[in-house]
Structure formats: structure tokens, C-alpha cells
């Protein structure tokens, strides 16, 4: 097996909303907000050789969206997801799965493009098995007002119209050496991978913990549907890392990749962070 790091570029969010009720002067010292009250975010994918498998794990914002809705979240940076994955050695047509944490946009845009003439809409990898799960799919395609803006149909409904996707089964990975673990505070049936690599293991956070700045129990998103859920969850996950010497790898951290934990008197922080790469021994 082996894991690289795809970066699909950074946007914005609102700084409160990232940090739930967490004071600004407190988080302003973690990741400072520009004048609008936004903060800067990592879309932050993975790509799994392993064998014959070439699995990416979620795919960023994408980029067929029109001007203003870039414009409310500033997408901006170099990488883009294609090329990205181009970068190490592949195109779109090598990649035989792609696994979706959950259908935010922010998760599952780059997962659909538009078609050469701009005719329709296709799934970007065309040889690929996409996947989510049942609960999840009826969650995301019928959306609760407060999640609506977040699941947009144009970036869902072509996976299933191209017969493409496939729903994982009670929560068991069909994928070798990567585990699911499921939750449900931030979204409906959200599913983190926990990857088996080199005598480590890796938990893909998604946006249960998306940043190192969020790894204190009550630093939570004001996105998150079931906010004391996500503290249960966190906390498992956390105690998870601990115990094992998981390495945490973040989706939405703008400066690292990846983080160890530790318990201390103010509970578990973290005791390192850097890239990916840092913490694997080759």
C-alpha cells in the first residue's frame, strides 16, 4: 500500500461557524480571520495505491460551479484535484473507487464535471465504483433545511444516474487493511476510514475533527447537526488515538496534515503535528 496526500486547493469559511461557541479570542490565535470574519481552510484528499486498487478518499470542492458561488468561499491556491492527481503519476481514468466520507459540498463537488461540450453532468472518474451509504444517500438527497445549501444535487444525483455508485454495506469496508467508523453528529452516517499502513494507523477525520485546532473536546463546528454527539464521538475517536498512537490526518487544516495526541491535565491535546510523512517510519 501506499498513501499520497491530494490537495484540491483552499477556501473560506466563517470563522463562527467553524468554531461553534468557541470565543474569537480564542480561536483568532489558532487561525486568524481576514477582515470578513473568514478563515482559510484545506480541502485535503487521499489517493491509496494497493494492488490493483486505486481509491481516492473524498475529492474537494470540484471547480463547475458558477462565480458567485465561488465567490461566497474564495476558493484560491494552485493545486486542483486533477492536477494534483496527475502530479503523482495518474489520470482520471486510473482511479477505481472513490470513497466519500459524506456528501457536503465541500466533500463530493470534484467527484462530478461537466461533460466536453457542457452538455450534462459526469462523474469526473469514469472507471470508478463510487461510494457512500444508504442512510447517508436519503439523508443527503433529502435534505433538512439547515443542511440544504450544503447538499447540492448536481453534485450528487449524476453518481447514481450513472450507475457508478454503490452503498457500503453495515458499515464493513470493502476495502483491505481500512476500517469505517461511522458517526453521526456532524452529518448523518458520516464514515471516516482508518487506514492499516506502515505498522501505523491512520484515521482520515473528515469533519468530525477537520483541523488540529478542533482536537479539544468542545472545539466544535457550528455546521455540526448533533453538536453533544459529535463531543461522544470525538471523544472515542480521541481515546481511540491515544491508546493506539493513531495518527490523525485532517481534512480542513490549512498548515498540517497530520497530528499524534496525548492525555493531559486539560484532557487529550495534541503533542505533535506536521506532515503525514513525519510521523511514518519508511
Request: charged content about 25%; hydrophobic content about 40%; glycine content about 8%.
Amino acid at each position: 500500500m501506499k498513501i499520497h496526500i491530494i490537495d484540491t486547493g483552499f477556501f473560506k469559511l466563517d470563522g463562527g461557524a467553524m468554531f461553534g461557541v468557541v470565543p474569537k479570542v480564542l480561536w483568532n490565535k489558532q487561525n486568524p480571520a481576514d477582515d470578513k470574519n473568514l478563515c482559510t481552510w484545506a480541502m485535503r484528499c487521499l489517493l491509496i495505491e494497493d494492488g490493483s486498487k486505486l481509491i481516492l478518499v473524498d475529492t474537494g470542492m470540484g471547480n463547475k460551479q458558477d462565480d458567485k458561488f465561488f465567490g461566497h468561499y474564495d476558493l484560491h491556491g494552485d493545486a486542483t484535484l486533477l492536477s494534483s492527481i496527475e502530479e503523482k503519476g495518474f489520470s482520471p481514468a486510473d482511479i477505481t473507487d472513490v470513497f466519500l466520507s459524506h456528501l457536503h459540498f465541500d466533500h463530493v463537488g470534484g467527484a462530478v464535471q461537466f461533460s466536453r461540450d457542457g452538455s450534462r453532468l459526469d462523474p469526473t472518474f469514469p472507471n470508478a465504483t463510487y461510494w457512500s451509504n444508504e442512510a447517508h444517500w436519503q439523508w443527503a438527497t433529502h435534505p433538512n433545511p439547515r443542511e440544504k445549501a450544503s447538499f447540492l444535487k448536481e453534485n450528487i444525483l449524476p453518481l447514481q444516474e450513472s450507475g457508478q455508485l454503490r452503498f457500503v454495506e453495515n458499515g464493513q469496508s470493502p476495502f483491505a487493511g481500512i476500517t469505517l467508523v461511522n458517526v453521526d453528529g456532524h452529518t448523518e452516517q458520516m464514515m471516516l476510514p482508518v487506514i492499516e499502513y506502515k505498522n501505523r494507523r491512520i484515521i482520515y477525520c473528515a469533519d468530525l475533527i477537520p483541523s488540529s485546532y478542533h482536537v479539544p473536546i468542545p472545539w466544535l463546528m457550528g455546521y455540526d447537526m448533533r453538536p453533544l454527539q459529535t463531543m461522544e464521538e470525538k471523544q472515542r475517536i480521541l481515546d481511540q488515538a491515544v491508546s493506539e498512537e493513531c495518527i490523525l490526518l485532517f481534512e480542513h487544516d490549512p498548515v498540517y496534515e497530520a497530528a499524534i495526541v496525548e492525555n493531559t491535565e486539560k484532557g487529550i491535546r495534541v503533542k505533535e503535528r506536521g506532515a503525514l510523512k513525519d510521523f511514518l517510519v519508511e
